[in-house]
């Protein structure tokens, strides 16, 4: 799950990136109020997906520290 959390958000910033280096080459400002709502909305999911991720795996890692205290 962490991987495919790392690999949505590569996914992500490589499009973000594209879109801003488009930006760039034909010198226009991205000023759109629904683009800003997108990127905004796509962060927080990575976010939350991001966090699900590594709490979804540190829940599996548990029963193996119980088990070795024992």
């Known amino acids: 799950m962490l991987a495919l959390a790392a690999l949505v958000q590569c996914a992500w910033s490589l499009s973000l990136w594209i879109l801003s280096l488009y930006a760039l080459l034909v010198m226009r400002p991205l000023r759109n109020q629904w683009l800003l709502l997108f990127f ?4 927080g999911i ?25």
């Not at 905004?40 to 962060?43: K, W």
């Not at 990575?46 to 088990?67: D, E, G, K, R």
Request: aromatic share 14%; hydrophobic share 50%.
């Open 40 to 43: 905004t909305v796509g962060d």
């Open 46 to 70: 990575t976010t939350i997906l991001h966090y699900v991720a590594a709490w979804i795996s540190n829940l599996a890692a548990m029963p193996a520290f119980y088990t070795m205290e024992r």
